[in-house]
């Protein structure tokens, strides 16, 4: 079965610094992999995603992501934070129904 | 362009009392979804339509839980009747996708959180 793991709940980063929000998979075949952030009170926003090619995915608001087949990961960068960029981020990947299985999230707070 | 829209965005009813939420999609996008999402977790797929036809409801509790989309657009989710556990936040999402041949983003509503007492 498909399946995402966010090991960390939550990452703290200094304002002006990079981050990083990690995010490993389980799939069978090729995996669609995608990010989203959750802000308060509101509903999921779509950052970028990854189906096939460059193994470095640029999205919204200044982050990418890198795929890496061999480690499973599909981990968020941004390389300097910024305190708006504090929310809930998800990992998701698409299975073959197309239903989004999603992590568990990762709280980021950007400290100023 | 408008995104995904919900209504209501917040709901608190007693246990045992019927609720509804609505969906409306992004214009010509075929595909609607309706995610539950508890608290410190990710959503989760209740029922996916592709237009009018409900494609994949297998996570849908249907002793208690009915949905709809006329005409293929607007969305409705139906508990009847609710329970404590039931308090979560319900997501609609749409993609301009079609069955098991989809890349498509699902871009998501701001959601409707359901309080039970």
């Known amino acids: 079965a498909q399946s995402v793991a966010q090991p960390e709940d939550q990452v703290n980063v200094a304002e002006g610094n990079p981050l990083t929000v990690k995010c490993t998979y389980s799939?069978?075949?090729?995996?669609?992999l995608f990010w989203y952030v959750q802000y308060p009170n509101r509903g999921l926003q779509f950052l970028l995603k990854?189906?096939?090619?460059?193994?470095l995915v640029k999205g919204s608001y200044g982050f990418e992501a890198e795929f890496n087949k061999s480690q499973t990961s599909f981990h968020l960068k941004k390389p300097s934070a910024l305190v708006s960029d504090s929310a809930l981020y998800f990992c998701?990947?698409?299975?073959?129904?197309?239903?989004?299985?999603f992590g568990t999230g990762t709280r980021l707070q950007v400290f100023p | 362009e408008a995104g995904v829209v919900q209504s209501p965005r917040y709901k608190i009813i007693e246990k045992k009392q019927p609720v509804a939420f609505w969906c409306n999609p992004i214009?010509?996008?075929?595909?609607l979804y309706w995610y539950r999402q508890n608290l410190g977790q990710g959503p989760e797929l209740l029922i996916r339509?592709?237009?009018?036809?409900?494609?994949?409801d297998s996570q849908l509790p249907k002793d208690r839980f009915s949905a709809e989309r006329l005409k293929g657009v607007d969305s409705t989710l139906k508990i009847q009747p609710a329970e404590l556990g039931d308090s979560a936040v319900y997501l609609c999402?749409?993609?301009?996708?079609?069955?098991?041949?989809?890349?498509?983003?699902?871009?998501f509503g701001p959601g409707t959180r359901l309080t039970v007492l």
């Open positions: 214009s010509g996008h075929n595909t």
């Open positions: 339509y592709e237009n009018e036809e409900a494609v994949d």
């Open positions: 999402a749409s993609s301009s996708s079609h069955w098991g041949a989809s890349t498509d983003t699902q871009y």
């Open positions: 990854y189906i096939t090619g460059d193994n």
């Open positions: 998701a990947v698409r299975d073959r129904t197309d239903k989004l299985i």
């Open positions: 799939v069978s075949g090729n995996p669609y």
